[in-house]
């Protein structure tokens, strides 16, 4: 799309083309964000527990901090406060997920709010575009000619195209952000409960 292509949506076309940045800025952040959150639980889960078994806390929880994502955070406090007790460990394992999925989600919002505003602007682009066109028509009546439409005509349609594009581009990147979030907190939930039952089962053996 050149120029001199935008030039003809007007103005309209720039905020459509501002709002298609922002929009691609922000998944791209999250994008790369959740990317490095998102680890292999099972082997990391499996490499915390032997060095753990092996009596080496420092190291676990110094393996913790070097791994990036909320599910290496709820271990590392369950390491650290692993002496205070199940309850204990649970408030803080639910703080720390409380925490971490907000952040997960920080750009979602106004992605998903974008997508939606760019058919909007399009919308106004075409209506925009058709009261050109009625303004060309009673300017030049009763001789009116294609070539003076067409200028208003082809604003509306590309105004409208751009912003359908847009925002179908920007529900694409929206659920698949959504998809990626989700399957951090089942990670999540996953390692809760992992941790939990280590916990207790020791508990459980000693009544």
Not at 28 to 34: D, I, K, P, V
Not at 67 to 92: C, F, K, N, Y
């Amino acid at each position: 799309m050149n120029i001199e292509i935008i030039a003809h949506g007007g103005p309209v076309m720039w905020l459509i083309l501002l709002i298609s940045a922002t929009g691609g800025i922000l998944f791209l952040q999250s994008f790369f964000h959740l990317h490095r959150a998102h680890i292999k639980t099972s082997d990391f889960m499996r490499g915390i527990f032997n060095i753990v078994q092996k009596g080496n806390i420092v190291e676990a929880v110094s393996q913790c901090e070097e791994t990036p994502g909320p599910v290496s955070q709820m271990v590392r406090m369950a390491i650290l406060e692993r002496e205070h007790g199940p309850e204990r460990v649970r408030d803080v394992m639910r703080e720390v997920g409380l925490a971490e999925i907000p952040r997960m989600e920080k750009n979602l919002s106004l992605l998903l709010t974008l997508a939606q505003v760019a058919p909007l602007a399009g919308l106004l682009g075409t209506v925009l575009g058709m009261l050109e066109v009625l303004t060309s028509i009673s300017r030049q009546a009763p001789q009116v000619y294609a070539g003076d439409l067409s200028a208003g005509l082809f604003s509306a349609l590309l105004t409208t195209a751009a912003g359908i594009l847009v925002a179908i581009l920007g529900y694409a990147g929206y659920n698949m952000l959504v998809n990626r979030v989700e399957s951090i907190t089942l990670d999540m939930e996953r390692v809760f409960g992992e941790v939990m039952s280590i916990m207790i089962k020791p508990e459980s053996t000693t009544r």
